[in-house]
């Protein structure tokens, strides 16, 4: 009695209870599919998915840090703009950009490398969520 006196229905106390429970049920086995699939995948393909592939990334070749332009909101928080000529001038990367733009449509005219090989790289790894890490020679069969 005390609920309704303080203007709270039992009865739509007891269904968003009952409703929260369905849906702590249905999460948890869903879990519980989601994991013996896993399972499953790790039991016959040696491995359930490339999150628990053994990759370890290139090494980073280019560093640069943005310059950003000294703009500000009225809040006066930087708006985060990068100044592309300030940052392209302390560049070090050994490519311009017109020239790596002009790479990156080769690569892309050539179905990603597999009708001219040579445009990818020797350490090439193509890593996807579902497929891969491939290595070039993988990757172009």
Do not use: W
Request: aromatic content about 8%.
């Amino acid at each position: 009695m005390a609920l309704v006196s303080m203007g709270l229905d039992p009865l739509a106390i007891a269904g968003n209870i009952a409703v929260d429970v369905v849906c702590v049920t249905v999460l948890a086995v869903a879990n519980l599919v989601v994991y013996c699939l896993e399972r499953f995948a790790a039991h016959v393909f040696g491995r359930a998915s490339t999150d628990t592939f053994d990759f370890k990334p290139h090494e980073r070749r280019h560093m640069l840090e943005p310059v950003h332009t000294p703009l500000q909101r009225p809040t006066g928080r930087s708006i985060g703009e990068i100044d592309q000529a300030q940052t392209l001038a302390q560049s070090s990367f050994p490519i311009k950009p017109d020239a790596l733009v002009g790479r990156a449509k080769h690569v892309i005219t050539t179905m990603f490398g597999t009708l001219e090989p040579d445009v990818l790289a020797d350490d090439f790894r193509f890593v996807a969520p579902v497929v891969g890490p491939l290595g070039k020679d993988e990757f172009l069969r």
